[in-house]
């Protein structure tokens, strides 16, 4: 299957997480195919096509999770929260279709 030449290629950003407690911290429990936040400053769009090499703590391999920026956490938000993204796992989508 070819994509279109014009279509933008997913951005590819790596996530490394050293602690469980931080993989619990970072999982999003409410997007029904999972999802993750990734702290990055880089600017992102809702909607987005993303690629994201993840490391878990204890395990040198890297996994590519394929997903889509549900939502943006800005710089300087309030409450002292990280900017980055949400991102919403698209690996599950087809079998729901």
Do not use: C
Not at 8 to 27: C, D, F, T, W
Not at 28 to 44: A, D, K, L
Not at 60 to 67: F, L, M
Not at 69 to 90: D, K, L, Y
């Amino acid at each position: 299957m070819s994509t279109p030449s014009n279509a933008p290629r997913p951005s590819v950003m790596q996530l490394a997480i050293k602690e469980k407690g931080a993989l619990h911290a970072a999982y999003i429990p409410f997007f029904e195919e999972g999802g993750i936040f990734v702290p990055t400053t880089r600017e992102y769009r809702l909607g987005d096509d993303v690629y994201v090499l993840l490391t878990l703590p204890d395990d040198p391999q890297r996994y590519p999770v394929a997903g889509r920026v549900a939502w943006v956490t800005p710089a300087r938000a309030g409450g002292n929260r990280t900017q980055g993204v949400g991102i919403r796992s698209e690996e599950h989508t087809s079998e729901h279709q």
